[in-house]
């Protein structure tokens, strides 16, 4: 079992910028991979980004690419999402997960093994 709590959500002006981090505990911390996911209102839970399990690959969806980076310290049991350049159609609640299936390839699952519970980013115009 893996445990996972976000944390640095918030409301930021267009433009601005919030780093997303998800402390992880239970299962070895560096034996899974980590990504993450947002869902707007009324939509679909989407892949953000994904890391593998030592951090040395990452992968990104269109929609945020060189503008979002994911990284993490496994010293910490922490994976971070930091977001730059926000715009309002990154409003979402974004969740962070981890799965331990093929966990050097930092491509996410759609239903990955573990779920936080979601922390809120609003992006004002």
């Known amino acids: 079992q893996v445990q996972l709590v976000e944390s640095g959500g918030g409301l930021v002006q267009a433009g601005g910028s919030l780093r997303l981090s998800c402390a992880a505990s239970g299962r070895t911390f560096s034996n899974v991979k980590m990504g993450w996911f947002r869902q707007a209102p009324g939509k679909d839970r989407l892949f953000v980004a994904g890391?593998?399990?030592?951090?040395?690959?990452?992968v990104y969806a269109d929609s945020v690419k060189g503008r979002f980076t994911i990284f993490r310290d496994n010293a910490k049991n922490t994976v971070y999402l930091q977001m730059n350049s926000l715009k309002p159609e990154d409003t979402a609640v974004y969740y962070c997960?981890?799965?331990?299936?093929?966990?050097?390839?930092?491509?996410?699952?759609?239903?990955?093994?573990?779920w936080g519970q979601g922390t809120q980013v609003t992006v004002s115009s």
């Open positions: 997960a981890a799965d331990a299936l093929r966990a050097s390839v930092p491509t996410m699952p759609a239903n990955p093994d573990y």
């Open positions: 890391i593998s399990r030592s951090g040395g690959s990452t």
